[in-house]
């Protein structure tokens, strides 16, 4: 700031002689701080009010402008009163004003410099209230303000008083008189000295990001899902896009650093166009949407960061000296209005602000040019934020290639505090990116300040892998979420594979079992009773060995495909009636038989019969087929809640903000269009139908009579619950006439909602009545590349989605086909049986080096240690198949007997006192050790071990050693006598019994 009179300030002394020049220096001082204090300690500019405000009333423009205060950049202060003017006349500046005579005043060149740059608006317009009665007052017509702006003049003129006369010099010297004016300017280059423009932010409009699938409309495929993201890159949209972010740029560009690839913000529309190119056909589709939402988010930020006008600390007097620009009649002029700029010696924080400024934008620049898809994706939640709360303050999206960089542009003021290290995202994992473990690894740590979390890497992942690998993230951390997936496919009038789902069937699971145990005790005990009985059946002619021995392998195979669990026999219900019916077919052909060719029926012959009545009497029953027939009932109301279509119209405030809020639903939607298609059945089914129907044409009756007994039996029909669809010819012939209908009343529909709706309620409604006009009877399966795979996701703010059915259908993984023994060794010598655990279907085949060792009880396995196929003792591996899938493969060992090495040795002084020593080296085994004398038995794993035993009456001992710790139970007994006696020592006499002499 330029300093005027600091050299020279007058100091008064009494009696001194004061002239014009101290008394001028004083108040020069003292009007200067006042200036300095205003323009360099306050601020410049309009610092209140000041505000335009035009209208016509009765045929009369007008214009006021409101009251307010302002302070020019020479610090003159200049306060108005609420003024309203009509009228206005042609002014010229006065030369007191613009060339005034202050040869004899040096000190106010300061001041009066500045006054020629008003030459360009010497001749101007001022306005006049409606009572001014100057003689050329004219009122203010129409469209006078176009083109034209306002300002307030402070005029300050140098006025000569009147001159002396002969007695009288009151009148002696100048003044300085100030008038402040309403003036209208034209705006062209000869006024633009004085009408700079200010660039304003709250010009700037926020650029607004759509929502998903708003218009609502049925969204049924993939294809329907995909199409609703593809509304953020049309051309208009981006268009709209890259313009906000030149024009924003191109106002900011004078106060950014020389970074040289900002340029881009130029016209980022075809950089925007070209990924978009290269993603818009993949299975990524959604996060090309969050990309472009981020490009948005990234904008609005720096529109929202205030435009920098940076504090002056040396004000420029020389900007608006003596007046402040109000504006025009039109949103244009707001432009050229004169801001307050604070002064105050703020340059500290102005150059944070300009350092955060220049990140915004080069982060602007990284997402717009970094956008790259990783190829191995895990499946990884971050903790986020979701709100009002600027980009900046979220986690990084897992769809950058530049993260190193990027994390140093992502927040703006934690990179200023250089604490850019503590930014969460998908890729805190990397090298070099922070070696914080709440950012690492964040899940572990107070999730409190979060109300989201980012779910990312699962897109174009098979989705039964997602669910579980989402599943064991969301139990592994206890995250406060729930997770659904949703089948985006077509489903009218198609069947679904129950096959394909896995659920829970409460009740029926109850009676099928019921059913089912029923069918294994009456089937074991015909077969074990046949068993007993096939020689003397054979021998009696009622039926031969070779028949048994078929019945007894039926039967064993029937039970086989009556699986554990209700889910695995449902979708082979089909086949199993077949397999059901005809094996009722060949008991009533033998029971023909026996009674044909037995007309006098003993009693074993009467008790086959009754046998054979038993089990005709489960074909009769069949309450399989009634366990079918509900539960097909139940899954055809059900099962259209997998499906997305029907959970958007139940739940259609969905959104996509790429993860789930705390205690909201993740949606995961998928295609699997595989459920539609009628599996074949499994080749257990197929070859045991075979064998049955073979077996029945095989008996010798005549077809006539075969007719007359299978006649004689009714079965429920399982496919009286199966809807027949109408033939081709019949859809073709309604179709013309069901779309004439359809449109007509659609566009009756219309017009009867547009005069009640808006247009968006109106579209919501029509998009659900065409959901009822569907006359499609049967449609094509939507054939889709991405397969199994999952291509969206969604989120509800709420928990959902328990309809409280029965039936409850859970999509989940199915578990694969294993096998398991609870231990992996087994002692050669061992008669015990030991169950082969099976996770999956029952009924297949065991294959491996120890398959013969396994046998079946019921429906179950077990493995027999001492079967003879697995005598030599080694390595063993069992694997099981059933319908073509193999399980797991384990081993397990077969080990012999050890032989223990114990020995005795008496003490030759103590004949009582018997020593075992264990001769095996180096054995760390523990001994038991029972000596078989009644006292306490011992665990040592000592090799030298001495006991004491009494030999009252020649007495001997029978000692048990057993190893401990192994498979095998290794034994060893040792028989101790009592020492034959050399005389009586032991007695308390001395005599010649003492000595045995041979004699």
Known sequence: MEAYNTSIYPVFEADQVLSQKELNLLVSHLEEQDRITRKSLIGLGIVCGLDLSFSI?????????SCGTAVTSLGFQINFKETTFTQYHDLELSD???????IREPYLDAIFKHASKYEAIKNCFELLTTDASDVDVKPIPANFFTDKLVILLLEVTLIDQKNCVTTNCDD????????????????????????????????????TFPRYNVPYKNIITATNVLDGF???YKDSFLTELSDSIASVYNDFKEVLSEVSNLDILEDCKNTISTTVDNYKGSVNLQYVWDWIADIVATQNEIIDFKKINPSFCCVDEGLFPFHVVLGGDTNGEAIYRTPFIKTLDGSNEENAKLKELNLLFEKLVLILTSFEIPNQNVIKVTPSSLGTIPLSEKAIPFYYNSILELNKKWNPQLTVKKENNTILSYHSTIPNYTNRPEVKEPLLFDIEPYNFFRIEGHIGMNYKKAINDLNLIKNSYALPFKITALNAVDFVNKEVDILKFDGRWDDLETDYDLARKRVYNITEFVIKWMDLRKNTLDENNII???????????????????????????????SFYDIFKNLNHVFLFHRWCIQLFNPNLSTIAEDLIDRLDDINELFLDDPFTVIYEEANLRWQKTYKDLFFSTFLKKHPGIEHKAGVTKGGTFVLVYIDTSIFKASNPPLIYTNLLAAVTNYKNSIPIDSNIKDELISSVKFDDYKSQIKTKPKGLAIDKCKEESDNIKNDLLEIAKYNLEANYTVQMSDYILENIKGVLQYEVGSTVEKNPFQQTIIADFYLPYVCCSEGNTLEVKIEVKEPLTISLEQSKYCQTDAKEYEVKIKGKAGGIFTGTGKEAIIQKSDKYYLKPNHASIATPKLYDLQYEVDEELSNTIEFEIVSPNELQWSIIRDVNEPNVIKFVNSTTNDTHEYEFDFGDNSDMITTNENTVEHTFEFDNNRQFTITIKQLGEVCENIQTITVSPLTRIGDFNKNDFNTNDFNTNK
Do not use: H, M, W
Not at 96 to 102: E, H, V
Not at 195 to 205: A, D
Not at 547 to 558: A, D, R, Y
């Open 57 to 65: 009333k009765n045929n009369i423009n007008s214009v006021t402008i």
């Open 96 to 102: 007191q004003f613009l060339k005034p005579d202050y």
């Open 172 to 207: 002696k010297g100048k003044r300085i008189e100030f008038t402040i004016r309403p003036l209208v300017i034209s705006t062209n280059e000869v006024t633009a000295v004085l009408t700079k423009v200010y660039q304003l932010p709250e010009l700037y409009s926020k650029v």
């Open 230 to 232: 593809r509304k953020v």
């Open 544 to 574: 031969t060995i070779e028949n048994i021995n078929n019945f007894k392998n039926i039967l064993s195979q029937l039970k086989n495909l009556l699986t554990n669990d209700l889910k695995e026999f449902l979708p082979n219900y089909k």
